[in-house]
């Protein structure tokens, strides 16, 4: 596994450091490296509680591992592009992790714990060192946090069965929807998906809050940060509460998403008032 890690590492890395790194050559190593590693692991998602898509995972070997492989290639990307504020990804994992240890204690459900507290440590760690600009994640850091998440999170669900998949599809949402979100952002004004996107919910959060304040970048850089990350802890919140009752998950994965879109439409029409997203 740490092989796969180092690999996934050198791409992000690559990305950091070679000017005009081509995004297609880069989706492709990502493709080629989780293809290996979920073939070499088994770690597959078999189960969404639909039953006509199980039996579809089921019946076609080839179906599980790409639909895997979609995922984790959401998650790095979006991963990525929620790195575009100071702590926000870091900040965020914290959220992850430390809902799965909060789940597992109060469920008794099968999980290595103290593990887990090793990784939230860690994370608090590089987000101390990230507050005081000692370190920055880049490419590198976002596809390393984000594919060893994907790994950790499917493998969660899988020892413990009787939870709802759509726990995990709830506590990662926010990444994956910013990336997917974005592709559609460039379909409707016809660009090509693997352009840069400088309109993500995260910027335009940080143009508002800049042109209502006086304050210094990073303080609004901040501020951009705590107001998502506050949103994010409460849909957790609400999830952790019942993680076997997949209509919950469901219900605040909409209510998630009909809240981004609604705050994404409005702080878009705020920064190109000439220029309605809708």
Same mark, same amino acid.
């Given at each position: 596994?740490?092989?796969?890690?180092f690999? =996934?590492f050198?791409?992000g890395?690559?990305?950091?450091?070679?000017?005009d790194?081509s995004?297609? =050559?880069?989706l492709? $190593?990502?493709i080629?490296i989780?293809?290996?590693?979920?073939?070499?692991?088994?770690?597959?998602?078999?189960?969404?509680r639909?039953? $006509?898509?199980?039996?579809?995972?089921n019946?076609n070997?080839?179906?599980?591992?790409?639909?895997?492989?979609f995922c984790?290639i959401?998650l790095?990307?979006?991963?990525n592009?929620?790195?575009?504020?100071n702590l926000?990804t870091?900040?965020?994992?914290?959220l992850v992790?430390?809902?799965?240890?909060i789940?597992?204690?109060n469920?008794?459900?099968?999980?290595?714990k103290?593990f887990?507290?090793?990784?939230?440590? $860690?994370?608090?760690v590089?987000?101390?060192?990230?507050f005081?600009?000692?370190?920055?994640?880049?490419d590198?850091?976002?596809?390393?946090?984000s594919?060893?998440?994907?790994?950790?999170v499917i493998n969660?669900?899988?020892?413990?069965?009787?939870?709802s998949p759509?726990?995990a599809?709830?506590?990662l949402w926010?990444p994956?929807f910013?990336?997917?979100?974005?592709?559609?952002?460039?379909?409707?004004?016809?660009?090509?998906?693997?352009?840069?996107?400088s309109?993500?919910?995260?910027?335009?959060?940080?143009?508002?809050l800049?042109s209502?304040?006086?304050f210094?970048?990073?303080?609004?850089n901040?501020?951009?940060?705590?107001?998502?990350?506050i949103f994010?802890?409460?849909?957790?919140f609400v999830?952790?509460s019942?993680?076997?009752?997949t209509k919950?998950?469901?219900?605040?994965?909409?209510f998630?998403i009909?809240?981004y879109?609604?705050?994404?439409?409005f702080?878009?029409? $705020?920064k190109?008032k000439?220029f309605?997203?809708?």
């Amino acid at each position: 596994n740490i092989f796969y890690l180092f690999l =996934i590492f050198l791409v992000g890395l690559s990305s950091d450091r070679i000017r005009d790194f081509s995004p297609l =050559i880069r989706l492709l $190593f990502q493709i080629l490296i989780t293809l290996l590693f979920v073939v070499n692991t088994q770690t597959l998602i078999i189960d969404v509680r639909i039953d $006509f898509i199980n039996q579809l995972l089921n019946q076609n070997i080839y179906l599980p591992i790409i639909f895997t492989i979609f995922c984790f290639i959401v998650l790095m990307n979006g991963t990525n592009f929620i790195d575009g504020v100071n702590l926000n990804t870091i900040g965020f994992y914290i959220l992850v992790y430390s809902a799965i240890l909060i789940v597992s204690n109060n469920n008794d459900l099968y999980i290595d714990k103290s593990f887990n507290v090793k990784i939230i440590l $860690f994370l608090i760690v590089i987000y101390l060192m990230n507050f005081f600009n000692k370190l920055q994640l880049g490419d590198g850091g976002s596809y390393l946090i984000s594919f060893f998440t994907a790994f950790y999170v499917i493998n969660f669900i899988s020892q413990n069965p009787l939870a709802s998949p759509y726990f995990a599809i709830l506590i990662l949402w926010y990444p994956c929807f910013e990336n997917l979100f974005s592709i559609l952002r460039k379909f409707r004004f016809n660009r090509s998906p693997l352009n840069p996107d400088s309109n993500h919910l995260h910027q335009l959060l940080f143009y508002f809050l800049k042109s209502k304040n006086n304050f210094k970048n990073i303080y609004i850089n901040n501020l951009s940060t705590l107001i998502i990350l506050i949103f994010n802890f409460a849909i957790f919140f609400v999830a952790i509460s019942n993680i076997y009752s997949t209509k919950l998950q469901i219900f605040s994965l909409f209510f998630s998403i009909i809240i981004y879109i609604v705050a994404y439409i409005f702080l878009f029409n $705020f920064k190109y008032k000439n220029f309605k997203f809708m």
